[in-house]
Every structure is written in structure tokens, then in C-alpha cells.
């Protein structure tokens, strides 16, 4: 079976990493100027598949990327620790392993030594304070990038935010540090709020939907590549996505499945859009029918395009405070967000798509 050129599930492997130029760029001199940088950005818009790619281009310092998502204990953070030192390129998984050694600590063999009966487990908070020393002195050995990916996961495990900052704090200038995160306004909280440890030790940089201008190369390079012509189906697809990195692909996916070898995508869009909305309607109506009776409200005005102050509140019987309410706790979950032109879209295309179509205002 021939493999899509719209991969839609995960990271992307470095290489299919496009559109992301400038980004990259900012990102690497960053990393070289060893200015510690909070990557934020809503769900599936390309955060690690970014942060991969500049792993990959950065070939004079070895990166150590550490995912954090869903951690909820010391015990998961040093497994995840662990697992990232080993995942590494070999010029700094071995003086890691060497390190840890030197330690007492057996890297590969920690999640089973975390699983014993209380009497016989390591202290897991005592492993991390060790294992993120040991990450600074790898730092100070030889030139390393620290990626902290789904980072926020991290704030949730009492104290653990506060040994990073401890511990790294002195060597700022000795190793590159990346945070990325989701749930924006949990990240920018770890970033921006007095009480929390990482306060003021960031600078906060916002990765943003595609431009027109890469999801046509994207879709137009897909094609091409497998033997179809793109035709103009990139505007309709940037029309319903408005560059939403996932929801791209998975809309091209869905229109290059129903264009042959050395067919055109032209005329398939409607079939498409059909496809694509039958196959993600049930997981549209959960996430929507998970919201308050509030959030739902005032997800469903923006998606028609309408104002939480306007006419389609009152309809709705929405008070503008209750309004209000929702709409910071949709924005600071990521399902709302800022377009540039400083007005609030839903972030899920999709899921806007659906609205207006199941509960149009
Ligand atoms: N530069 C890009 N060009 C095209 N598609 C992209 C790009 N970056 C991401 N995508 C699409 O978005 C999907 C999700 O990417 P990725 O996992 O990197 O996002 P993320 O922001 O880390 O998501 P999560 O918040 O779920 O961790 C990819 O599978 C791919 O379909
Ligand atoms: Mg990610």
C-alpha cells in the first residue's frame, strides 16, 4: 500500500517538518545564545515535531528531550528522565550512562527498581534532584539542548519544578533549554506567576497556525511526489483549516486518498469534506458534549462568528459574565485561541466546522 504523504498522527519525522523557517530559526539562534525559551502553542500544532527537527539541525550540540506529558509523580518524572538520556545520540548517551554509573544508578533498570514494595524502592524524589544533576553536569561537559516537552505535566508534581529551577538556574549559560507546552495558559502560568519557580526565567515564544503560503508547498509537494496533481485543493484546504498544522494534514489525507495516481485532486474536495466530517463527527460530539452547558455556549458563538456580548448570547440566555468565565477557561485550555488579528476563533477547526453545521446560530 502506498504511504500518504499527509501523515496526521504524531510528531513528524524531522525531515517532513515544513513551513517552519522562521520559527527554526529563532528557535537555533536561541539555543546558540543560550537564552532559555518557553515554546507555546494549542494542541497538534507542531511543537514537537518542531522541536525535533531543530535536534536534527543543530548538529554541534546533542539534545536530550524529555517528555513530560501526563507525569503525575517524582517516580514518573525519573522514568521519563531516564528513558530520554538513553534515547539519546551516542555522544551523550554514553557519558550519561558512564555518569549515572559513577552514581549508583542503573538508568536501563530504574522503572522496575520504582515498582518494589516501599521498603526496598529507591527515594524517586532524591533520583530526580540526582538525575537532573546529572544533566547539568553533562551541560557544563560538553554543548547540550534541554528539551522539557508537555512541560506543564510537570507543575503538578509537588516540588519538582522548583529542584529544576535550583539546579539549573546557575548554568543558564551552559546549556540550551527549550519548555514546551500546551495547555497555554498552564504553561504561561509556570512562566509568568510570582509564586511559581520559573517566574521571569523565560522568554515566550508562540508557534502559530501555517501560512497559505506552506500549506500550499506542503499539499502541492505531497501530491506531486506521489504522482497526483495538488490541482487547487490547498485554498480549500487552508479555507476550512485556516493552517491548523493537524487539521491540514488530516484534510489532505483525506482528499489525496481519493486521488488516483496521475489523477487531479480537483472535483474531490466536496467528497473529501463529506469523508472528513462523517469520520470525525463522533469525536467532535464527545468533546463538545464534554464542556459546561456555559462553555458550550459561548464555543458555539465564535465558531458562528458572533460576539458573547451580541444578539446571539441573549438568544442563548448568556450572561456576560458567565460569558466571560468560560470564555478565559476555554482560552486558557487551548480550545479557544487569539488569532493574530487579536480576535478568539475556536482552535479545532474542525470542531467550528461542526457547530456551525449541527447548531448553527
Ligand atoms: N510543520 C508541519 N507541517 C505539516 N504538518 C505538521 C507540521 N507540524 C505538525 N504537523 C501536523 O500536526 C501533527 C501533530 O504534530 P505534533 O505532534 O508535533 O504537535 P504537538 O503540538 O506536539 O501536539 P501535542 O500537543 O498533541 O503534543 C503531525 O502529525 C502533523 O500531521
Ligand atoms: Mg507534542
Known amino acids: 500500500m502506498e504511504v500518504s504523504p499527509f501523515p496526521y498522527q504524531g510528531p513528524l519525522p524531522p525531515d517532513r517538518v515544513r513551513g517552519r523557517d522562521g520559527l527554526l530559526q529563532d528557535l537555533a539562534e536561541r539555543v546558540t545564545e543560550r537564552r532559555v525559551t518557553a515554546l507555546l502553542g494549542p494542541r497538534r500544532f507542531g511543537k514537537t515535531s518542531v522541536l525535533r527537527r531543530l535536534a536534527a539541525d543543530l548538529t554541534e550540540v546533542s539534545t536530550i528531550a524529555i517528555d513530560l506529558f501526563g507525569v503525575q509523580t517524582h517516580a514518573d518524572a525519573v522514568v521519563r528522565l531516564s528513558s530520554a538520556m538513553q534515547a539519546a545520540v551516542p555522544s551523550i548517551r554514553e557519558p550519561a550512562v558512564e555518569l549515572s554509573v559513577e552514581a549508583g544508578i542503573d538508568l536501563g533498570g530504574l522503572q522496575a527498581k520504582l515498582a518494589l514494595s516501599p521498603a526496598r524502592r529507591p527515594d524517586a524524589r532524591a533520583l530526580f534532584d540526582q538525575l537532573v544533576q546529572m544533566l547539568v553536569t553533562l551541560g557544563r561537559r560538553m554543548p547540550l539542548l534541554l528539551v522539557f516537552d508537555e512541560f506543564q505535566s510537570l507543575t503538578t508534581v509537588d516540588g519538582a519544578t ?56 506542503i499539499v502541492v509537494d505531497g501530491f506531486a511526489d506521489t504522482g497526483r496533481d495538488a490541482g487547487s485543493v490547498a485554498g480549500n484546504l487552508f479555507d476550512l483549516t485556516g493552517g491548523h ?7 489532505a489525507d483525506q482528499v489525496w486518498r481519493l486521488t488516483g495516481p496521475g489523477e487531479s485532486a480537483d472535483g474531490r474536495w466536496g467528497r473529501a469534506l463529506t469523508r472528513l466530517r462523517d469520520a470525525e463527527a463522533g469525536v467532535l460530539a464527545a468533546t463538545y458534549d464534554d464542556l459546561t452547558a456555559t462553555e458550550k455556549k459561548v464555543v458555539r458563538i465564535y465558531a458562528n462568528g458572533g460576539s458573547i456580548y451580541g444578539s446571539a448570547a441573549e438568544r442563548l440566555e448568556l450572561s456576560p459574565g458567565a460569558a466571560n468565565h ?23 477547526p474542525l470542531l467550528a466546522d461542526w457547530l456551525v453545521r449541527r447548531l448553527p446560530l
Open 162 to 217: 522548583a529542584v529544576l529551577r535550583t539546579r539549573l538556574q546557575h548554568h543558564y549559560a551552559d546549556v540550551g533549554l527549550i519548555f514546551a507546552g500546551s495547555a497555554p495558559s498552564a504553561m504561561r502560568d509556570v512562566f509568568t506567576r510570582h509564586d511559581q519557580p520559573f517566574f521571569n526565567q523565560a522568554d515566550l515564544v508562540t508557534i502559530e497556525p501555517l501560512d497559505l503560503a506552506a500549506v500550499h508547498a
Open 245 to 251: 498544522p493537524q487539521r491540514t494534514m488530516r484534510a
Open 326 to 348: 468560560a470564555r478565559d477557561r476555554l482560552l486558557a485550555d487551548g480550545k479557544l485561541r487569539h488569532r493574530d488579528e487579536g480576535d478568539i476563533v475556536v482552535t479545532d
